[in-house]
């Protein structure tokens, strides 16, 4: 009788199937290593993309309060202050629209044709994206990722007010030049890039970006992101019509080191010329070392003088400049820039470290000479005059105007 076999697959078929189950096992692993290089390639596109967003709408921004402030101003204007800080970010799409004073779209889009702007805006909403081509990715199909971010600022009358609620109202008595800036040898100012987006007329320069939670120090990166991180060194120089940096007198009868205490919780109306008072930095780094690892306010000014110019912004034919008496200048500030510390480098041979990374520009290493020490940290926010008050009156050329970035 013939013996009865019970059938089992041929060692052939055993091969397949290891095979098959290899290929979808390595397919797996490069879909994991997709997801992982991909999306932090995307993350920091995001991060590009949302500068590039907050740039173009302040850009467009910064005009609508130009017209607010009583200048002739047309849609294009708008249009082209938008572009250009899109295209100096590389959006590789976007689109502007008009907003009110709370950031709500008026329903007109922002064009390039000599027309006026409406009368109705107060703002500009700009959306974005950043295309950026993949890797492992494109085994799945995937050739590219787009990284969108959206950005509105609001212009209108100024409200006076601290508006750090949420980065913190302490207000440090010193100010330095609206463009981050290094010293030379001998401690003339020497001019970098700007804080926050660069103003009309300057589309496309340098400028430090603003930075989020991710950048700044934390318990799982000590040291934060060293490559944002900017310095701010204190140039003896008189920096010429500018000036190099000056420590405020905000509040009649308190020293520098009292007003560093403080904190300085007052109210500042910008923009506004505010006198300097002697201090010397190698006496103020404990005072300043209070704020490490926190987000300060630091006046931003644009303009030196040798007596106050009152009301006006301008200062009178031959009295531009720094006193050399050092007390008897005044600066107009128009921004804060709110600076989160990281390093206070303004005693003894301490400053030797603001020749060195992290940070930068980098000081020349000059013994002292060119510069009296630093801080190191990073810009988070900026405030261009502050906090407007949405649905104030404006009268134009005699209401201050401000702008504010609301989201």
Known sequence: MPSRRGSRPGAGEDRGQILVLFVVGLFAIIAMVALVIEGGNLFAQQRIAQNGSDSAATAGTVVVAEKLSGKTRTDNNVFDA???????????????????????????????????????ARGVAVAGD???????????????????ADATVVAGAL???????????????VTFPVKVFSCDGGGNLLTGQWVGAPPPGHEGEGYWPLVGAEDLPSSTNPTGNTDTMAILPLCRGSGESTGTFGWLDLVPGMNLAQEIEGPLNIVVDLPDWFQTQPGNPNN??????????QPVLIPLHNQACREDPGDTDVCPAGQVGVDPAGNNTWYFVHTLAVFYIDQVLVQGSDIDACASAPGSPLVPVTNGAGFLGCLKGWFVNYITAGPIIPGEGIIPGVTPIGIQLIK
């Open 82 to 120: 938008v572009k250009a800080a899109a295209d100096a970010n590389q959006l590789a799409a976007y689109t502007a629209v008009y907003t009110d004073d709370t950031g709500n779209p008026i329903g007109a889009a922002v064009q390039d044709l000599v027309q006026p702007i409406p009368d109705a």
């Open 130 to 148: 950043r295309v950026a081509g993949t890797s492992f990715a494109r085994v799945l199909g995937i050739e590219s990722l787009t990284a969108s």
């Open 159 to 173: 409200s006076g007010e601290c508006v750090a609620d949420e980065d913190g109202c302490t207000l440090l008595p």
């Open 284 to 293: 103020v780094e404990d005072e300043i070392l209070e704020y490490w690892h």
